[in-house]
């Protein structure tokens, strides 16, 4: 079944830490994004990537990098965590191309990374 | 500078009434759309509609689309308590529309 997966779902560690978020999709989109997201607050976007070996940076400057080796796979990491990079960090795809009617561009969300920086 | 703020923040109704969120943007748009996220979990994407469109439905979602007042309101009719959940409108500019920019989102309660 298509889908776009996340893991770990959840991840406590310590300050200094290299760690790296997970996403696959099986979907076959070209287009990739990663989105940092605050309890009840709006996706910030800090990632996204059009292609492989595409990979730009977002709207929100972020510490973090990203790859794009596989289309679909696409995995951020931060190189020291720090406790300021707690949050939920959203993977999502899309295809963008044209339906009757106009061009569609809608994104498919993974289940998301809640991380804690302790 | 946020492309979508929607209000009210939070809503709270009965089982069976019907839920109306709104949102506004700044800038010019080729689509906007909604999204559903449930507590914890990722967005789920709701409904499309296009600039040269004005009103579109999809079951008990209706969205309404102003572009000279740079407005959106989505109505759910009907509400059911599984409606819980934050809805966040987004917009695809006419220039750079691969990237979506995301309102700050309507958290929505239904009360059995």
């Known amino acids: 079944e298509a889908d776009i997966y996340q893991t770990p779902r959840y991840l406590v560690i310590g300050t200094g830490k290299k760690i790296t978020l997970e996403c696959s999709q099986t979907?076959?989109?070209?287009?990739m994004y990663w989105y940092q997201q605050d309890p009840g607050m709006e996706l910030h976007l800090i990632h996204y990537?059009?292609?492989?070996?595409?990979?730009e940076k977002g709207d929100l400057s972020s510490e973090s990098t990203v790859s794009r080796i596989r289309t679909e796979h696409f995995p951020l990491t931060l190189e020291s965590a720090r406790p300021s990079h707690t949050s939920q960090y959203l993977c999502?795809?899309?295809?963008?191309?044209?339906?009757?009617?106009?061009?569609?561009?809608?994104?498919?969300f993974g289940p998301g990374t809640r991380l804690t920086v302790l | 500078s946020q492309q979508g703020e929607e209000d009210p923040q939070a809503l709270s109704i009965q089982e069976g009434e019907n839920a109306t969120m709104n949102c506004s943007y700044k800038t010019s748009i080729n689509n906007l759309q909604w999204y559903r996220q449930n507590s914890g979990r990722g967005l789920v994407h709701l409904i499309l509609i296009r600039s040269n469109e004005r009103e579109k439905h999809s079951g008990r979602l209706r969205v309404t689309l102003d572009t000279s007042k740079k407005s959106s309101s989505l109505l759910i009719t009907a509400s059911r308590a599984a409606d819980t959940a934050s809805y966040f409108c987004a917009t695809a500019r006419l220039m750079g529309a691969q990237k979506l920019v995301f309102g700050q989102g309507t958290r929505l309660t239904i009360n059995p």
């Open positions: 979907m076959g989109h070209d287009k």
């Open positions: 990537s059009y292609g492989v070996n595409s990979t």
């Open positions: 999502a795809s899309s295809d963008q191309g044209f339906k009757a009617g106009g061009p569609y561009n809608e994104q498919f």
